[in-house]
């Protein structure tokens, strides 16, 4: 069943897919807060051998994707160490050699870029991501940046009279980016703010502006995603977001909200009647592999408070922590429970 052209309940991941215990250490990954500076040592790979490997990775989550029934694909992150630190530290301005400290949204210090300088994006950090695969699936794909809030956030500032100014600069390097996302092929850009949910406050204040500034100018569909962290690092959930009426004052198109872990009141959904809302579904706090029949049920729950046609099924948050078997298994599952939905309409 389509619309506009379109899979009606179309499956997308939040963005990352579990990375081969070949390409990183996971325990080592595992056992840490995601890096916000480099983190090299990660990588099992020879430098020498580490696009090809990450370039076989990307391959395989692809292919995964495909096979699990998936409409719009990702590149499962397989490059990053983190969703965020790859792009925030190729950025000018800031001095990734001597890290400073910011508090992780667990309350925990982490080593963070240090910005010294005027942020700005000196080159395309993502673009080949999206040529890479654009050229190897015929799929809608979608491909994720981090946000201005939640890079200012995991960043100390040493340069800029305050956070919301850092903000506006890292959306300027943002929305410079997403352009030209959208021109190597990308059908959607999906912004992650995380920290939007972390730091209501602050996000009250200065982060719908600076991300609708990252969205300034930019042709293309927009998502941005907000969540309650990595099942597998933050194991508390609060029973309602902290932030989410408040995107009905954003120019973005969809947004990417949890309600499996947290069995979310999806009532919440009816404060946002324009947007999209790219519905999680797969709670992965759980290692067992949920029924179609389950996910289909966590469906049905948003389809109360939101119109079947702006509504897109993905799992809570990204995949990165799973192990592999279990998130392939969850993408289908996923896949298999939209189509029991799908049927029913």
């Known amino acids: 069943m389509a619309t506009n052209g379109h899979t009606l309940l179309p499956t997308s991941l939040v963005g990352s897919y579990a990375q081969p215990n070949w390409l990183l250490d996971r325990a080592k990954l595992a056992g840490r807060f995601p890096p916000r500076t480099r983190a090299l040592e990660l990588w099992r790979v020879d430098p020498e051998f580490l696009e090809e490997a990450q370039n076989d990775a990307t391959l395989l989550a692809i292919r995964d994707q495909e096979r699990a029934g998936l409409d719009i694909i990702t590149d499962g992150e397989a490059r990053r160490e983190s969703y965020s630190n790859r792009f925030a530290t190729a950025l000018d301005g800031v ?5 400073g400290t910011a508090l992780d949204r667990s309350g925990h210090p982490n ?13 395309a950090v993502q673009v080949e991501d999206v040529k890479f ?13 981090p946000g201005p809030f939640t890079m200012s956030q995991q960043a100390q500032n040493d340069f800029y009279k305050d956070e919301a100014e850092l903000a506006m600069a890292y959306a300027a390097a943002v929305n410079a980016e997403i352009k030209d996302l959208f021109a ?12 939007m949910q972390a730091r209501p406050q602050k996000a009250e204040e200065y982060g ?9 100018g930019v042709k293309g569909e927009t998502a941005v995603h907000i969540c309650f962290g990595y099942a597998a690092i933050i194991h508390e959930r609060p029973a309602g977001y902290n932030f989410l009426p408040q995107l009905s004052r954003s ?41 179609p029949e389950t996910v289909a049920k966590r469906i049905r729950r948003g389809l109360e408070h939101h119109p079947v046609d702006k509504i897109i099924v993905a799992p809570d948050c990204g995949l990165k922590y799973l192990p592999r078997d ?8 996923m896949a298999d429970g939209a189509a029991i939905v799908r049927a029913e309409l």
């Not at 695969?133 to 940046?145: E, G, P």
């Not at 719908?208 to 300034?216: F, G, K, R, T």
């Open 111 to 123: 080593p963070v870029p240090r910005v010294v300088g005027p942020i700005s994006r000196r080159h």
């Open 184 to 195: 190597a092929g990308a059908d959607i850009v999906q912004v992650d703010e995380p920290y």
């Open 251 to 291: 120019t973005v198109d969809s947004i990417s909200i949890e309600t499996a872990q947290s069995k979310l009141d999806c009532t919440v959904l009816e404060e946002l009647p324009e947007k999209k809302i790219i519905l999680g579904v797969l709670d992965l706090s759980d290692m067992a592999v949920e029924s």
């Open 95 to 99: 001095d990734i050699d001597n890290p």
């Open 133 to 145: 695969l654009r050229a190897n699936t015929d799929r809608r794909i979608k491909i994720t940046v």
């Open 208 to 216: 719908i502006e600076c991300l609708n500034a990252a969205l300034d």
């Open 326 to 333: 279990v998130a392939f298994g969850k993408m289908k599952a």
